[in-house]
C-alpha cells in the first residue's frame, strides 16, 4: 500500500483494512477469480473519497464457477464491490487530500 498527502500511513492502512474485509466478506456471494486489481483512492481533507479507480486490472474468472458468457459479469460484479467498499467508507479527515493505492490479490 502506498500512502501520498497528508493522512498518516498507519490511518490509511486502518482504513483500507476495513475496507479489504468488508471486500472478503462480500466475496463468498459473488463467482471466483483470480488476478490482482490494483486500486486508486483519492481522498479529500474531510475524509470523503472523490475517486476511485483500478490501475491494474487482471481479474480473470475461474472457468468452474461461472459459465462462459458469465464471466464478463462475475469481473464487473468483483470490480463493483470493490469500488463500492472503497468509495463509500469515510476515511479520517487530515489536514489535506491523499491518495491512497491498493494492490488486492485474488487467488
Known amino acids: 500500500m502506498f500512502v501520498d498527502?497528508?493522512?498518516?500511513?498507519?490511518?490509511?492502512?486502518?482504513?483500507?483494512?476495513?475496507?479489504?474485509?468488508?471486500?472478503?466478506?462480500?466475496l463468498s456471494e459473488l463467482p471466483e477469480a483470480i488476478g490482482t486489481l490494483v486500486?486508486?483512492?483519492?481522498?479529500?481533507?474531510?475524509?470523503?473519497?472523490?475517486?476511485?479507480?483500478?490501475?491494474?486490472?487482471?481479474l480473470v474468472a475461474r472457468p468452474w464457477d461461472v459459465r462462459e458468457n458469465d464471466a464478463t459479469t462475475a469481473r464487473a460484479q468483483i470490480q463493483m464491490t470493490v469500488h463500492q467498499a472503497f468509495s463509500d467508507y469515510e476515511y479520517p479527515s487530515a489536514e489535506g487530500a491523499s491518495v491512497i493505492t491498493v494492490p488486492i490479490t485474488f487467488d
Open 5 to 26: 498527502g497528508a493522512m498518516p500511513f498507519e490511518e490509511a492502512r486502518d482504513a483500507t483494512g476495513t475496507c479489504v474485509e468488508k471486500i472478503v466478506s462480500q
Open 39 to 58: 486500486v486508486r483512492i483519492n481522498v479529500e481533507a474531510d475524509g470523503r473519497s472523490s475517486s476511485v479507480r483500478f490501475l491494474t486490472d487482471t
